[in-house]
């Protein structure tokens, strides 16, 4: 399965998903016992010693050593031996089979990695290749909006500044009228002085009036010029405010279709990072898996 899963990405997930618990159900170690046969090299290399020196030594006339007749099944060592070799040779070819196996998942592993970069490559080359093709009508849009939010603008100044002008000439000339009666009026007082140091009642009622007459003019053209300062203000004020909603209104059309390039990039970007991860995730599996089977054949 793991030689027919390395050119499928999934089917080779899938195995290895499969088989995660392999190394796991294997025992740490078994023990095989075959019988007649020494594994001890110490006592082994002892016994051959002891055999030797009785088989050395001469018996003497009043000493009598006993020795236990050696018993050896020669046809069963002969099964023993085989039996052993045969299970050195099954253990050599299942080290064989999993080293294999262990070299193989490296090798796929690799070519997958490999792929799925290419893939992450292959996602950002179409669309970037999306955003290129896009960009440049939607820079043209965009373009297009500013300007017409630039005219718009100007429009809007444009008109407000005639009609203010306007108001500022008239201002102008209420203030120059302003400076005239003020004029006009310390004339009077000094005029209606006079004739009340002459003890002339006549004069000074007559310079009284026209004080009172000219005090009225003054405080008409005040007023008249603070509506005309409040009134241009006001414009001003309220052309900035509608000046920054066409704004608003504008920029959320200029965002709109900047948004589409946006929007393909963050696609973009999230399938990036969704392989970017599950790469990432399938490389920790399989170095796992690899450290478990290196364990076992170790």
Not at 21 to 39: P, Y
Not at 49 to 71: D, I, Q
Not at 190 to 203: E, M, T, W
Not at 208 to 229: F, G, M, P, Q, S
Request: hydrophobic share 35%; charged share 40%.
């Amino acid at each position: 399965m793991l030689n027919g899963g390395a050119s499928v990405r999934e089917q080779f997930w899938t195995c290895l998903e499969k088989h995660n618990k392999t190394f796991n159900g294997f025992a740490e170690s078994v023990e095989v016992k075959v019988d007649a046969l020494i594994s001890d090299r110490e006592l082994l290399s002892a016994f051959f010693e002891y055999l030797g020196e009785a088989a050395s030594t001469h018996l003497e006339g009043s000493l009598s050593v006993v020795l236990t007749p050696p018993k050896l099944d020669v046809h069963a060592a002969r099964e023993r031996a085989k039996q052993l070799l045969n299970l050195h040779k099954q253990v050599q070819l299942d080290i064989s089979i999993l080293e294999y196996a262990r070299d193989l998942l490296k090798e796929v592993a690799d070519f997958h990695e490999r792929m799925m970069l290419k893939n992450i490559e292959f996602i950002r080359e179409v669309y970037d290749g999306e955003i290129a093709r896009v960009r440049p009508a939607i820079e043209r849009k965009v373009d297009q909006l500013q300007k017409e939010m630039d005219a718009e603008i100007a429009k809007m100044n444009r008109i407000v500044e005639n009609e203010l002008k306007l108001r500022e000439k008239e201002r102008e000339k209420r203030e120059r009228k302003l400076q005239e009666l003020e004029l006009q009026r310390a004339d009077f007082v000094r005029r209606r002085d006079l004739r009340r140091r002459r003890n002339d009642k006549v004069g000074v009622a007559c310079w009284e009036h026209r004080i009172r007459v000219c005090e009225n003019r003054i405080r008409e053209a005040k007023k008249r010029i603070n509506d005309l300062t409040e009134f241009i203000e006001e414009s001003r004020r309220q052309n900035e405010a509608d000046i920054e909603k066409l704004r608003r209104s504008y920029q959320e059309l200029i965002d709109q279709e900047k948004g589409r390039i946006s929007s393909i990039e963050a696609e973009r970007d999230e399938k990036i990072e969704s392989k970017q991860k599950e790469m990432r995730a399938r490389i920790i599996f399989g170095l796992f898996f690899l450290k478990e089977g290196c364990y076992w054949l170790s």
